[in-house]
Structures are given as C-alpha cells and as structure tokens.
C-alpha cells in the first residue's frame, strides 16, 4: 500500500460528517490511501457517531482541542482496517509516551493516561475504502467521560510535533509491512 501523509498547519474542526470517502482527496487533494493530521476543537453529536454501540447509548463526543487523525484506505478489509487502527494506536501511544516520559497504555483501540481517557478512534467502511478517524485530546474539557488531555502530560509539548511523529512512525510501518508480504520465499 501506498500511503500519503500530511500534517494540517491550520486548525479544523471536526464533527463526524469528515469521516467520508474521498474527504481527503477533495478537500486536502490528497490521493490514494491517506493520512492527515490536525488540530481543531470535537463536536460528534449522537446522530454522527458511527459505533453502534455508541450511538445506541446516546453517547457523543466532545473536547476542546484535539489533535485529529482522518484516513482513508483503499483495497482493504474492513479487519485489516481494524488492525490498521490497532497498529496507528499503538503508535501513538509509543510516540506519547516517549516524548512526555509518562506512560501512556492502549487498551483496544483507545489510550488512557492515569486511568482516565485519552483518545477515541473508530474504523468505518465505506463502498470504496476503509475510513479512520482518531482523536487525542490536547484540552478535554467538556468530555462526556473521564479524560485527559496531551497538556495534562506535559503543558509545553507541541500536539503538531507529535503528529508528525505518529504519522512517520506509521509510515515506516506500512512500508515494513509491505516489504515483509514481498520478501519471503514461497512454500509450496
């Protein structure tokens, strides 16, 4: 897979309706299997939430300020974009934990800091691909749940810092993945 990535210098707000096909190609010309990062406040009322589970909850969500992560991926499975989330997540709480010297834990697709809420992170299908929004909260306040923020680790860490982080990060590991898939030998 080939994978573009970019870092929004602007911020943008997010809502839920961003997490749409071709979002990142009509909006941000990016093409094929994308990432894009930014920063912008978090309004995802009930009737945008894509998790049932949630949404049969009546559940929302809200942050001040969050440091986004919208993608999309094109000839996947809607389980190979789960393991991609998995794997984007793990990242992040890698990359989080090395530049604030604080632990951060992932359990499933979600980082939790203190035992309070870090993030949230959602993999969708659509009829053309494979859509990935996560979210990390740089100020929480208005979460609907327990939550901290990426300045409660660390008042003076750079949230665009470390999107470009993650973003390298995972970057390197779908090239590795991809390089793994071409490098062995078949058994017959």
């Known amino acids: 897979m080939n994978l573009t990535t970019q870092?929004?210098?602007?911020n943008l707000p997010y809502t839920g309706p961003e997490l749409r096909p071709h979002f990142l190609?009509?909006?941000?010309g990016m093409k094929g299997s994308a990432v894009l990062g930014f920063i912008g406040p978090c309004e995802v009322k009930t009737d945008s939430m894509v998790d049932w589970e949630d949404r049969l909850a009546q559940d929302f969500i809200r942050a001040k300020l969050m440091l986004h992560f919208l993608g999309e991926f094109f000839g996947i499975s809607l389980r190979e974009g789960v393991?991609?989330?998995?794997?984007?997540?793990a990242i992040a709480g890698q990359v989080i934990t090395q530049e604030t010297k604080k632990t951060v834990l992932r359990d499933g697709d979600d980082?939790?800091?203190?035992?309070?809420?870090?993030?949230?992170?959602i993999v969708t299908a659509s009829?053309?691909?494979?859509?990935?929004?996560?979210?990390i909260n740089i100020d929480s306040e208005g979460a609907p749940v327990a939550a901290t923020g990426l300045k409660d680790l660390n008042a003076s860490l750079d949230p665009s810092k470390i999107a470009h982080l993650i973003l390298s990060?995972?970057?390197?590991?779908?090239?590795s993945v991809e390089w793994a898939c071409a490098k062995v030998r078949p058994v017959m």
């Open 169 to 175: 990060a995972f970057e390197e590991e779908v090239r």
């Open 127 to 135: 009829p053309v691909s494979m859509l990935l929004h996560v979210g």
């Open 111 to 121: 980082l939790f800091f203190d035992g309070k809420k870090l993030s949230v992170s």
């Open 25 to 28: 190609l009509t909006k941000m």
């Open 7 to 10: 870092v929004l210098e602007e």
């Open 83 to 89: 393991y991609l989330q998995r794997i984007f997540m």
